[in-house]
């Protein structure tokens, strides 16, 4: 009807003529093996995915205290929650198209200094400009960290197998954002 036909699931009858299905893996990639190197990557990007998640929500819930104890206003210390995932989502997009030009690695690193950058400069800030400027640094690093896991895990593991992998990333990212440090 809509002019595309689904590849037929693999399928056997059974004895009593009852069709069941088996998983399809005729069209899995064979040369993807998950060795030590792929595992000992994938768990730094999911533990790099964690610490964004995790400083990405953590800092809204200190907010009032911080106001109070700094003196700032209200504005500044919902700023200096919303910039970091503000800023986050810009620079997702730089840092898909940097690593296309100069490749993963490089843009993964400056996205982890970035970010490493920024967190030492919030941790150590005594009034909110400071607090401001670290918070927008740090998102622009964890933009580029999001981005990247994601892209690198797409480069990395077939279209097939991707969904388990992604799942790992995501639920990475679900813990990170639900607790409360």
């Known amino acids: 009807e809509w002019g595309y036909e689904h590849p037929p699931i693999s399928s056997k009858v059974t004895g009593e ?20 190197r792929f595992i000992l990557a994938f768990i730094s990007l999911t ?12 800092l809204p819930v200190a907010l009032p205290k911080m106001a109070q104890s700094l003196g700032g206003t209200s504005i500044e210390a919902f700023w200096s929650g919303t910039s970091f995932l503000l800023t986050s989502t810009v620079f997702q997009p730089i840092a898909g198209n940097f690593s296309q030009i100069f490749g993963r690695t490089p843009i993964l690193w400056i996205s982890l200094g970035l970010f490493g950058l920024g967190s030492i400069l919030t941790a150590v800030a005594n009034d909110f400009t400071l607090i401001l400027a670290g918070r927008v640094i740090q998102g622009a690093g964890g933009g580029g960290i999001i981005t990247l896991t994601e892209v690198i895990v797409t480069d990395l593991v077939p279209l097939r197998l991707r969904g388990q992998w992604f799942a790992w990333i995501a639920s990475a990212w679900a813990v990170g954002s639900s607790i409360e440090i």
Do not use: H, Q, Y
């Open 17 to 36: 003529g009852i069709r069941a299905s088996e998983p399809d893996t005729a069209n899995v990639d064979p040369a993807f093996k998950a060795g030590w």
């Open 47 to 58: 533990t790099i995915t964690l610490m964004v998640a995790v400083d990405a929500t953590a």
